[in-house]
C-alpha cells in the first residue's frame, strides 16, 4: 500500500512540473487566443541553460533558478517581439505556423550547440530521502512543489493586484475593448511571453535535475502535457491549467503504476482526447459559451493561386518521365524518388491542412500505419507488394480517419493539438504493441517493390513507379477540387458556420477529405516500407510531419501542383547544396518561419 | 398531415441564457405561409440570437421551435438547412477564397441528389467516387445547377454577373450581402431569414435590396427579417415585433408599434423620461 502514496506523490510532483509549463500556456492563450507551440522548446532551453549554469559555471541553486528564469523569459521576448507581434494583424493560421517554426528553430539550434545525446543535470540537493506516512519525499521533491506553489502565488498577486495585472485579465476578457480603454497590448503580450517563458524555463530545469537528465526529445513532450493539462483545465483558464497539470500527473502516475512506464504517454494522449470529445472547453468551462465571433474567410491568406497552363504541366511530367534515360547519377534518382513519396504525403496533408483548413500534425502517422499494414500484409499474408502497398493507402484511410475523427468537432489550434496527440498515439501503440508490430526491434526482412510478379530493384524502375503513383494521386486530387466536394472542403475552411447553416455536415466532409488524404500518405508510407526494407516506431516521426507541412505551405496551401513543387524544392535544394544533414530541420523550420512572414500564400499561391 | 393548419414557424417561450444575462425571454411567434414579419429592436435586444436559435446555430435554454407543426427544437443546422430553412448573417459571411458562382453553388449544396445518393453508412463513400468518376447524371445536375444560380445572379442586374469567378473576398461590402443573399435563394427556401440584409448599404443600394425583398414576397416566400431601416420595415412588413432586452415588447401593424410608448422608450433609452423629469424637478 505504501507505493501508492509514493505514486501520489510523485505524480503530484510532476504534476506541478507540467503546471509551470500550462500556466505560461494558459496566460498565453487568455491574451492571444493562440496555443504557444514553441512552450515546450523554452522549456528546453531552460534545461540546457541550467546544464551551462550548474555543471560550467557552478553557480548555487538559488543563482541557478534565477539564471534560468531570466535566460528563458528573454528567450520568450524575443519570440514575441520578432517571431509573433509582427503577424499581429495576419490571417489566423500564421501565428499557429509560427510558433510550431520557431519551435524547430529552437530544438534544433540547442541540438546543434549541444549535440543530440543525452547529458546528466545534477540536483545540487542532498540526495536523502524523508519517510512520509507510507511513503517517502525528497528534498528536490519538495523543491518543485515550493518552486510551484511559489510560482502560483505571486502570479495570483500579480494578477490581482498589479496595473499591468489587471490589464493581462482586461485583455484577456476582449483585447479590443481593453485596447479602446488604453492598455497596451503589446505590453501586456510582452508581460505575458516573459512570464510563460520564465515559468517554463525553471520547469524544464527542475525536470532534468528530476530525473538527472536532459536531451532534445524533452521540448516536444513537454509542449503536449502542458498543452493537455491546459486543455483539460479550460484553455486560458490559468487555475484549471494548474488543476488540469495535478489530474494529469496523477492519471499518469497511476497508469504507470498499473501497467508500466513505456504507457506513461499514453495515458497523457488519451485523457486529452477524451476531454477533447466529452468537454472542448475543459473541465471548468461554464456549460455552453456564447457561440464563436464570426472569423470570416480569415484563417487562410486570400490569393490568386498562380495558373499554370496544362502544356506546361504535361511537359514538366514528360521529362521528369524521361529522365531515366538519359545518364543521371544514381543519386539524383533517389533524390527525386524521395521528393515522389514526400510529394504523395503533401499532397495528402496539402488537402487536409490547405483546402479544408484543419492543420494535422500528426501526418507521419499515416505514413506509419500504410507502411506497417503493406509490410506487415507482404510479409505475414504474403499479399503480392502491389496490392500489400494499397492495402496500405486503405487501412491509413480507414484507421487514420477514425482515429483523427474526434478532432473533427475543433477549430484551428485544437485540431493541431488533436493530431499531434493521435499521432503520438499511433507510434505509442506501435511501440507497445508487440504481438503486431513487433514492438520496439521493427520489422526487418520487408520484401521489396514488385508488380505484377516482377521485382522493382533497379533505380529507374524505382523512380518510375513512384512517379506514376505521385501522378495518378495529384490528378485524382484535381479531379476531386474541381468536383462539388472540392468547394465544399474550401467552404467549411472559409467559415464553418456558415458551411453548417447550409447543410454540409462538417463529419461527413472532413471525414472525406482523411479518408482521400490517407489514402495517398499511406500508400507513400507503403512504398517507402518497402524500399527502406526495414521500419520500426521512429522511422516515421513528427520531423516528418513539419517537413510536409513547411512544403504545403512553400507550395501555397491547398495547391496539388505546389505541393509537389514544394516537394523537389525541399527535397532537392539541399541535395544541390550539399548542407549537412544536422542543418536540414533548421533550415526547414526557417523557411517555414520566413514564408509565413514574408508570403504567405506560398510560391503558387492558395486554392 | 393538413399542413395549412399549422404557422409555417412558430416559437413558444424560446429561451435563451448566456451567464446572468436572458438574450431571449420567453419569445412567443407564429409566421404564417407567406407572411412577412419584421422585428426591431435596439443592439443587443436579441434579435441574432432569436435567429441562431431558429436556425439551429444555438441551443434554446427553454421553449419551442416548430416548422410546418413539426418539432426542430435543437436540431443541427445543416438538418435545418435541408428542411429549407435558410439565413443571412448580420455581419456577411461568404466563403472568402471561393467565387461568386461557388459561394451560390453552395447555398444549392442540400439540392443535391445525384452525386450525394441517400444511401446509409456508405453514402459518404459513394458521394466520394461519384465526384470523382462524374457520371453523366452527376455532370448535368452541375450544369443545372449552374444555370440557376446565374439566373439568381440575374436578379441582381449587372451587379454580381460580370464578378461570377471573381473570389468573393474581393467583393465590395454590399455585393458581398448580395452573395449572401443569392446563396440562401439557391437553397429554395422554405422559410427565409434575413439578418439586416441593407447594413451598412448607401440609399441607392437599400431601395435595391427592398425592391428585391418585396419581390421575394410578392413570389410568395416566407421571409423573417431583422432590419433598422424602419422605413423599409413600414414598407415591407405584414407585422412587426419589437424586442428589448430580450422580450417582446410590441407587436403588430407597423403603424401602431411605431406609435407605442414602451417602443419610443426602449429606442431612446431606458429611463430617459424618468432622468428628464428628475432634472426638471432639480
Not at chain 1, 515559468?199 to 527542475?206: F, W
Not at chain 1, 493507402?393 to 478532432?407: E, V, Y
Not at chain 2, 444555370?147 to 464578378?163: C, H, S
Amino acid at each position: 500500500m505504501s507505493s501508492w502514496l509514493d505514486y501520489t506523490i510523485n505524480g503530484l510532483i510532476v504534476g506541478n512540473v507540467y503546471a509551470l509549463v500550462a500556466v505560461g500556456l494558459a496566460l498565453i492563450f487568455g491574451v492571444s487566443r493562440l496555443i504557444n507551440f514553441a512552450q515546450g522548446s523554452i522549456y528546453l532551453v531552460g534545461a540546457y541553460i541550467g546544464w551551462v549554469a550548474v555543471v560550467q559555471l557552478h553557480t548555487p541553486l538559488p543563482l541557478t533558478i534565477i539564471v534560468v528564469a531570466a535566460a528563458a523569459a528573454v528567450v520568450g521576448l524575443v519570440i514575441e517581439r520578432f517571431g509573433l507581434r509582427p503577424l499581429q494583424n495576419s490571417v489566423r493560421i500564421a501565428p499557429l505556423l509560427a510558433t510550431i517554426g520557431i519551435s524547430f528553430v529552437l530544438d534544433q539550434l540547442v541540438m546543434l550547440t549541444f549535440s543530440p545525446n543525452p547529458r546528466a543535470l545534477p540536483s545540487q540537493l542532498p540526495d536523502v530521502r524523508f519517510q512520509l506516512g507510507g511513503g517517502t519525499i525528497g528534498p528536490l521533491d519538495l523543491l518543485i512543489a515550493g518552486v510551484g506553489i511559489t510560482s502560483a502565488l505571486l502570479l495570483f498577486v500579480f494578477l490581482r493586484y498589479s496595473k499591468l495585472g489587471w490589464a493581462v485579465r482586461a485583455a484577456s476578457q476582449d483585447r479590443d475593448a481593453a485596447m479602446q480603454m488604453g492598455v497596451d497590448v503589446n505590453r501586456v503580450n510582452q508581460a505575458v511571453f516573459g512570464i510563460a517563458a520564465a515559468l517554463g524555463g525553471v520547469s524544464g530545469m527542475l525536470v532534468g535535475m528530476y530525473y538527472n537528465q536532459i536531451d532534445t526529445a524533452m521540448s516536444l513532450q513537454a509542449t503536449l502535457k502542458g498543452v493537455v493539462a491546459e486543455v483539460v483545465g479550460g484553455a486560458g483558464n490559468v487555475p484549471g491549467a494548474v488543476i488540469g497539470s495535478l489530474l494529469l500527473g496523477l492519471v499518469e502516475s497511476y497508469g504507470v503504476a498499473v501497467f508500466g512506464t513505456s504507457y506513461r504517454n499514453l495515458f497523457a494522449f488519451l485523457l486529452l482526447v477524451v476531454v477533447l470529445v466529452l468537454r472542448p472547453n475543459g473541465l471548468f468551462a461554464s456549460a455552453r459559451q456564447a457561440p464563436p465571433e464570426p472569423l470570416t474567410g480569415t484563417f487562410i491568406a486570400p490569393s490568386r493561386p498562380v495558373r499554370i497552363p496544362r502544356w506546361a504541366l504535361a511537359v514538366a511530367a514528360a521529362i521528369f518521365a524521361v529522365l531515366p534515360f538519359f545518364p543521371v547519377s544514381f543519386y539524383v534518382l533517389q533524390t527525386l524518388i524521395n521528393a515522389w513519396l514526400l510529394g504523395m504525403l503533401a499532397l495528402s496533408l496539402t488537402l487536409v491542412a490547405g483546402t479544408v483548413g484543419q492543420v494535422s500534425l500528426g501526418h507521419a502517422a499515416l505514413l506509419a500505419i500504410g507502411a506497417y499494414t503493406s509490410a506487415l500484409l507482404s510479409l505475414t499474408l504474403s499479399v503480392p507488394v502491389g496490392l500489400a502497398v494499397i492495402g496500405g493507402g486503405l487501412m491509413s484511410a480507414a484507421l487514420g480517419t477514425l482515429l483523427i475523427s474526434p478532432s473533427f468537432r475543433l477549430r484551428g489550434h485544437y485540431v493541431s493539438i488533436a493530431t499531434l496527440a493521435i499521432g503520438e498515439i499511433v507510434s505509442l501503440v506501435i511501440l507497445n504493441w508487440e504481438g503486431v508490430t513487433r514492438g520496439p526491434i521493427g520489422i526487418s526482412g520487408i520484401p521489396p517493390l514488385s508488380l505484377f510478379g516482377y521485382d522493382l530493384i533497379s533505380p529507374s524502375s524505382v523512380y518510375w513507379f513512384s512517379f506514376a503513383v505521385m501522378v495518378v494521386l495529384a490528378l485524382l486530387q484535381g479531379r476531386l477540387l474541381t468536383s462539388h466536394l472540392g468547394r465544399s472542403f474550401r467552404a467549411i475552411r472559409d467559415d464553418d458556420i456558415a458551411a453548417r447553416a447550409y447543410g454540409l455536415s462538417l463529419n461527413r466532409y472532413k471525414s472525406l477529405a482523411f479518408i482521400f488524404g490517407g489514402f495517398a500518405a499511406g500508400v507513400s508510407g507503403g512504398i517507402a516500407a518497402h524500399l527502406y526494407s526495414y521500419i520500426n516506431h521512429e522511422t516515421f516521426n513528427t520531423q516528418q510531419s513539419i517537413l510536409a507541412l513547411t512544403v504545403v505551405i512553400l507550395g501555397g496551401l491547398g495547391n496539388v501542383v505546389g505541393a509537389i513543387l514544394g516537394s523537389v524544392a525541399l527535397v532537392g535544394l539541399p541535395e544541390v547544396f550539399r548542407i549537412a544533414a544536422e542543418y536540414r530541420i533548421l533550415i526547414y523550420g526557417i523557411v517555414l518561419l520566413l514564408l509565413v512572414r514574408f508570403r504567405p500564400q506560398g510560391l503558387l499561391g492558395t486554392i | 398531415m393538413a399542413e395549412q393548419h399549422y404557422p409555417m414557424l412558430s416559437l413558444r417561450g424560446l429561451t435563451r441564457r448566456f451567464g446572468g444575462l436572458t438574450a431571449v425571454d420567453a419569445i412567443d411567434l407564429d409566421l404564417a405561409r407567406g407572411e412577412l414579419i419584421s422585428i426591431i429592436g435596439p443592439n443587443g435586444a436579441g434579435k441574432t440570437t432569436l435567429f441562431n436559435l431558429v436556425t439551429g446555430l444555438d441551443r434554446p435554454d427553454a421553449g419551442t421551435v416548430r416548422f410546418e407543426g413539426q418539432d426542430i427544437t435543437g436540431l443541427s443546422p445543416e438538418r435545418l438547412a435541408a428542411e429549407g430553412i435558410a439565413r443571412t448573417f448580420q455581419l456577411g459571411r461568404v466563403f472568402g477564397n471561393l467565387s461568386v458562382m461557388d459561394n451560390v453553388l453552395i447555398g444549392a449544396h442540400t439540392r443535391l441528389r445525384a452525386v450525394k445518393p441517400a444511401v446509409p453508412v456508405i453514402g459518404p463513400l459513394l458521394e466520394l467516387g461519384l465526384a470523382l468518376l462524374r457520371p453523366s447524371s452527376v455532370k448535368a445536375e452541375e450544369e443545372r445547377l449552374r444555370e440557376e444560380v446565374k439566373a439568381i445572379l440575374a436578379r441582381f442586374g449587372e451587379r454580381l454577373l460580370p464578378r461570377i469567378d471573381q473570389p468573393a473576398y474581393s467583393l465590395s461590402y454590399a455585393n458581398r450581402r448580395r452573395v449572401e443573399i443569392a446563396r440562401a435563394l439557391a437553397l429554395k427556401p422554405r422559410l427565409l431569414l434575413l439578418d439586416e440584409p441593407t447594413a451598412g448599404m448607401n440609399p441607392t443600394e437599400t431601395a435595391e435590396m427592398q425592391a428585391l425583398v418585396a419581390e421575394l414576397k410578392a413570389e410568395g416566400l416566407t421571409i423573417l427579417l431583422i432590419e433598422h431601416k424602419l422605413e423599409m420595415v413600414m414598407r415591407l412588413s405584414d407585422r412587426v415585433i419589437v424586442m428589448d432586452e430580450g422580450k417582446k415588447i410590441a407587436e403588430g401593424p407597423g403603424e401602431v408599434v411605431r406609435t407605442d410608448p414602451k417602443v419610443i422608450e426602449a429606442y431612446l433609452g431606458h429611463g430617459l423620461s424618468g432622468a428628464a423629469e428628475q432634472e426638471s424637478a432639480a
